[in-house]
Structure formats: C-alpha cells, structure tokens
C-alpha cells in the first residue's frame, strides 16, 4: 500500500508568506484607487486558471495560461503609477527606517540625517495660518525633485520667515504654485507638481490634492496652509493628516527629519 506524503520544506513556508506580504502590499497600495477591481479580477482570473489547471482541463488550462502571459504587458501599463510608487518606496531610506526595528542592520546601512532649520518654516506658517493665506511647502529628502524644482522659478535662497510669507502672500506671482525646499536651501517657488488620482473623502481643494500627489511619488514632506480655513495639514508617502496643530508640526519635523539629538543637546 503507497501512502502519499507532502514533501513541506521550511522554504516552503517562507515563500507562502512572501506571497502573502506581497498580496497584502499591494491591496494596501490599491485601496482606494480604482486599480483595486483590476486586481481582485487578476486574482480571481489566475485562480481559476490555477484550478483549472489542477483539474487538468487542458484546453481552457491553455486559453487561460495564454491570455495571463500574454495580458502580462497590459497589466505593467495599466499599473504603472502603483509599481512606480512601490519600487520608489522600496527604494528610499524611509522605507527601511520603518522597519529598522525588524531590521537593525538595514536601518544603520540607509539611516538619514539633516541639518536643517525649522524654526523659520514653523513661523511663518503660524503667521500665513493667523492670515488666512494658502501655502503649499515642499520639504525634500533624498529625492530632491529636480524635474519639477525646474517647473517654477529657481531661487536658491537661504530658509527666511519673511521670504516664505512673501512668496505665499496673496498679490505674489508665485503664491498658487508650490515651494521646494532641499536642505537648508529655498530651491523653487511656483512650481507645478502631481496631483493625486485616488479618491479622497475629505473635501479638500488641489493644494491638499497636489501634496498627496507629491508625497506619493517620492519621499518628501509636504506642508499645506489652508487658504478658506486657515489650518495646517501635511502629507508623507501620500497620506494626509489634517487640521494639526504648530507644536504638532514641529513635532512631525523633528521626528522625520531625525533632528532629535540636536533639540536634545540643545
């Protein structure tokens, strides 16, 4: 009598869960997009092609088997903007500082420091949020945005309270686009920049979209003053949290910029 044995490996269970955290990756990533219903039909599609298969319907296994290789093409267009923001998040420091604590090798490797001055940009947007007056501030980090630095007006100024709230005040020629902060460096003001495609719930106008654009497709920190209401938001890998207080602000800069050693020395 033969008895039938699965052969399980370790290996094995390390590449179901591969799979899974990948699975889960990208639903996490499409939520909230219209790609979502792309996906759960691909899913749904390559099971049954996988049942099909296994049941040994060879004709409809192939048919199935051809339109999955050859749709392979169709799906990397259709999903561009998502795979562009997955290999952009894999790519960037902030990606394994967030699981530094998993991986503390890869968090000394990719550690990011600034030496940057936020008191000015905290100032002047507790003054421009007292006045009412929108602003859009861009605040890079190792991708410095030069595609879009090149779409405004190039200014290469020292961080100024006083130049930021000019360049945001109502009659200014430059206050609709965004400003693009590198280092301790005013690169660009007026500068056009993406805006998000995903759904928002929220009722926000296009600075709030363009910063979850942004925030998206790089690692940036994007800070936005509400011109109808005055409250300050801000966007990081192309999540927005609204309506935050200035010690807040100040508290998210220090914290995603690792300046917290220096506010504790000094």
Same mark, same amino acid.
């Given at each position: ?24 990756t ?60 997955f ?43 007292? @006045? ?9 980090? @190792?991708?410095e945005?030069? @595609? ?21 005040f ?59 209401t ?5 966007s ?16 998210m800069?220090?914290e ?11």
């Amino acid at each position: 009598m033969n008895l039938l044995f699965i052969d399980i490996r370790f290996l094995d269970f390390v590449d179901v869960f591969l799979v899974a955290l990948l699975l889960y990756t990208l639903l996490k990533m499409l939520k909230g997009t219209v790609a979502i219903n792309i996906f759960f039909g691909i899913v749904a599609l390559f099971l049954i092609w996988k049942l099909v298969a296994a049941l040994q319907m060879e004709l409809l296994s192939e048919i199935l088997g051809a339109f999955i290789s050859v749709g392979l093409v169709a799906l990397i267009i259709i999903f561009q903007p998502e795979i562009r923001q997955f290999l952009l998040a894999l790519g960037t420091p902030s990606f394994f500082n967030k699981y530094g604590r998993k991986f503390k090798f890869l968090n000394l490797i990719f550690k990011e420091k600034f030496d940057f001055d936020i008191d000015p940009i905290i100032v002047a947007c507790h003054h421009m949020a007292e @006045q009412k007056t929108g602003a859009l501030i861009v605040i890079t980090r @190792q991708n410095e945005l030069s @595609q879009y630095v090149n779409t405004g007006q190039v200014i290469n100024a020292s961080i100024s309270t006083h130049i930021i709230e000019n360049i945001f005040f109502k009659n200014s020629p430059l206050h609709d686009g965004a400003m693009i902060i590198t280092g301790n460096k005013i690169r660009a003001a007026g500068c056009i920049i993406p805006v998000t495609k995903k759904q928002i719930t929220a009722r926000v106008g296009l600075r709030h979209r363009a910063a979850i654009g942004i925030s998206e497709v790089s690692d940036c920190i994007a800070i936005i003053v509400s011109e109808e209401t005055g409250k300050i938001s801000y966007s990081i890998k192309g999540e927005m949290k609204y309506r935050i207080s200035i010690q807040r602000l100040q508290l998210m800069l220090i914290e995603e910029l690792g300046l917290e050693s220096e506010t504790k020395e000094s």
